[in-house]
């Protein structure tokens, strides 16, 4: 694990060292217009200090420079990736793998996406994360409804993906087998009540946006930055093995619609649960996180412009 941070990390430095000119560098790493003060770090592994700037990693979306329209192509993508791995190992092998499989399918999915997507929009995936960022200060208003959009439509997309696979077993039923939706009450997994859903989803979800916004924060050190997908990863298994049993776990609005769309009946009769309490969630992480409780003394958050963080 040491060893994949030290590579990650390098692999950053490179990138950042050896373009001379901001139109040389991916979008990912271009610095703002305005001087950057230099920054010093501890290279991993040892304790000697390096001079220069610590680069900016894939999840800090306000330093970002990419078009808009290839950020949300990328959160299209990801949110696909999410819906398809994750309702995908629900509807197509649920009962070869479980819960637990299940839960890691969903996990996975978010390291994926974070990795292979990060450099570009940063890889929110869910209106509730980036509702987050929005209320934390580090995503500009205008980009947030766009995110948004195309979060509900990759998650629509990758649900119709799962469906036409389902639909070439003989003996699948949409209305029987589902898609993977979200839900309660009687009928629904371990038939828990409304007020035991939006209490579930709204403290994992509290506690799935913090972690995204304290991990990708501009004040972590480059090594443990590199490491945030996965962490973000095993924290969405985590909370699916606490909570599949109760909803199925949303934490993600977009998540919930994809499938709803097609189920319908109790599953678009449920569905604004799973849009309030993750918006809800998403929105106390990001007031905390702008309140400085995730940040050392001293440290300020990065501003959405992706001026220099002072």
Not at 13 to 36: L, T
Not at 156 to 179: M, P, Q, R
Not at 281 to 293: D, Q, R, V, Y
Request: net charge neutral; proline share 6%.
């Amino acid at each position: 694990m040491r060893l994949l941070g030290v590579a990650l990390v390098g692999d950053f430095q490179v990138a950042h060292k050896f373009s001379d000119h901001e139109s040389d560098i991916p979008c990912s790493y271009r610095p703002s217009r305005q001087p950057k003060p230099a920054r010093t770090a501890t290279a991993p592994g040892s304790a000697a200090p390096f001079q220069g700037e610590v680069p900016q990693l894939p999840f800090h979306s306000e330093t970002r420079r990419c078009p808009m329209t290839k950020k949300l192509l990328a959160e299209m993508l990801g949110t696909f990736i999410l819906v398809f791995f994750g309702c995908g190992a629900a509807v197509l092998m649920g009962e070869q793998i479980g819960m637990l499989g299940i839960a890691l399918a969903f996990g996975l999915s978010i390291v994926a996406a974070a990795y292979s997507l990060g450099a570009i929009s940063g890889a929110h995936l869910n209106p509730a994360v980036s509702l987050g960022f929005l209320m934390a200060g580090r995503m500009p208003v205008a980009e947030f409804g766009g995110y948004v959009l195309a979060q509900v439509a990759g998650a629509v997309i990758g649900s119709l993906a799962v469906f036409l696979i389902a639909s070439g077993k003989a003996d699948y039923s949409l209305a029987t087998n589902g898609l993977g939706q979200n839900g309660f009450g009687a009928g629904y997994l371990g038939e828990y009540s409304m007020g035991a859903a939006l209490i579930f989803e709204l403290l994992a979800t509290f506690i799935f946006v913090c972690v995204i916004l304290a991990a990708t924060a501009s004040h972590v050190s480059p090594a443990s930055t590199a490491l945030a997908g996965l962490a973000i990863g095993l924290t969405l298994t985590g909370i699916h093995l606490v909570g599949i049993n109760v909803t199925g776990v949303s934490v993600n609005p977009a998540r919930s619609v994809g499938p709803a769309v097609f189920v319908g009946g109790k599953a678009l009769a449920d569905l604004w649960v799973f849009i309030v309490a993750p918006l809800a969630g998403g929105a106390a992480a990001g007031l905390a996180h702008a309140s400085g409780f995730f940040r050392p003394g001293g440290v300020q958050p990065a501003p959405a412009t992706g001026a220099p963080v002072v």
